[in-house]
């Protein structure tokens, strides 16, 4: 059974870090890109971050750009987001997805995005 899960979610103060992990399962991570999402109610999902299978190639929403790292170790069948200088519009359900490509598309969308995972809500508060 293919599966991706999600963790690393919770509440931390404004200025906070937390780290996100995305264990992948029934699938060999190294053929696939990696993106991560966020949603708030209400609104549609939106990507946030891509990695590619390798983890050469990187690409960041605007928003997020300086704040957020993803990574991955593939021996693991882990990505990872590292999210620094965390602000209260941040607070969101936090995805992963995978490509199954290599590669990321030019935009991080998710009609793009073959498995999802649950989610893990990160909140931040003021």
């Known amino acids: 059974q293919v599966q991706l899960v999600e963790s690393g979610g919770g509440l931390v103060q404004d200025g906070g870090s937390l780290r996100l992990s995305c264990v992948a399962s029934g699938l060999k991570l190294h053929y696939y890109a990696i993106g991560w999402f966020r949603q708030t109610p209400g609104k549609e999902r939106e990507g946030v971050s891509c990695i590619s299978s390798a983890g050469l190639s990187k690409a960041y929403e605007d928003a997020v750009k300086g704040r957020f790292t993803v990574s991955r170790d593939n021996a693991k069948n882990t990505v990872y987001l590292q999210m620094n200088s965390l602000k209260p519009d941040y607070t969101a359900v936090y995805y992963c997805?995978?490509?199954?490509?290599?590669?990321?598309?030019?935009?991080?969308?998710?009609?793009?995005?073959?498995?999802w995972g649950r989610g893990t809500q990160v909140t931040v508060s003021s």
């Open positions: 997805a995978a490509r199954s490509v290599t590669r990321c598309s030019s935009k991080i969308v998710e009609s793009a995005f073959d498995v």
